[in-house]
T-cell receptor, first 112, second 115 residues
């Protein structure tokens, strides 16, 4: 079952912050985050493994709460280059191990 | 050259025709995947392969088949194309393990239109 992302879309001005949430109904082994620019392939941002860790990538960081089966992506001091569609991909254990189920995406638009 | 190469980039085909989408990679990854992307639905898994002899169905495999010809090559076939298979198709690869940098590498995609 697909994880649910919220919000579906967000509009920012440069320098503003945003949070994108990803929620799963299944127990998770890992969560991936990707960004896709229009007409391009998704690009890997970061992976979070179960253990509740928080990761950072430039001004983009993420957290993973395995008990709540949720992950959040934090974008601080947004730049024009952050515009795109963000996807979370979740990996479960057992027969779900080794493959990602993606959310429907969150469209982020950053204006000058 | 790209790490993951998909051919063709664009294809228009007629209903009922058989079509093959190809994917090759130079990453040396064992795992390869085929996803389709439709507006508002995200990426949905069609088939995946952990090595040459290990091929598995994804959530939307009906109407598709795959072939893993070598570690580096993974092809997706539509046996008899239908219009609702019009979509953007992505091949992706991943190494084994779960290190901090161990995400999917996607190809540039194949835009398929079935008329």
């Amino acid at each position: 079952q697909q994880p649910v992302q919220s919000p579906q879309a967000v509009i920012l001005r440069e320098g503003e912050d945003a949070v994108i949430n990803c929620s799963s109904s299944k127990a998770l082994y890992s969560v991936h985050w990707y960004r896709q620019k229009h007409g391009e392939a998704p690009v890997f941002l970061m992976i979070l493994l179960k253990g509740g860790e928080q990761k950072g990538h430039e001004k983009i960081s993420a957290s993973f709460n395995e008990k709540k089966q949720q992950s959040s992506l934090y974008l601080t001091a947004s730049q024009l280059s952050y515009s795109g569609t963000y996807f979370c991909g979740t990996e479960g254990g057992g027969t779900s191990y080794g493959k990602l189920t993606f959310g429907q995406g969150t469209i982020l638009t950053v204006h000058p | 050259d790209a790490d993951v190469t998909q051919t063709p980039r664009n294809r228009i085909t007629k209903t009922g025709k058989r079509i093959m989408l190809e994917c090759s990679q130079t990453k040396g990854h064992d795992r390869m995947y085929w996803y389709r992307q439709d507006p508002g639905l995200g990426l949905r898994l069609i088939y995946y392969s952990f090595d040459v002899k290990d091929i598995n169905k994804g959530e939307i495999s009906d109407g598709y088949s795959v072939s893993r010809q070598a570690q580096a090559k993974f092809s997706l076939s539509l046996e008899s194309a239908i219009p609702n298979q019009t979509a953007l198709y992505f091949c992706a690869t991943k190494g084994r393990g779960s290190s901090a940098n161990d995400g999917y590498t996607f190809g540039s995609g194949t835009r398929l239109t079935v008329v």
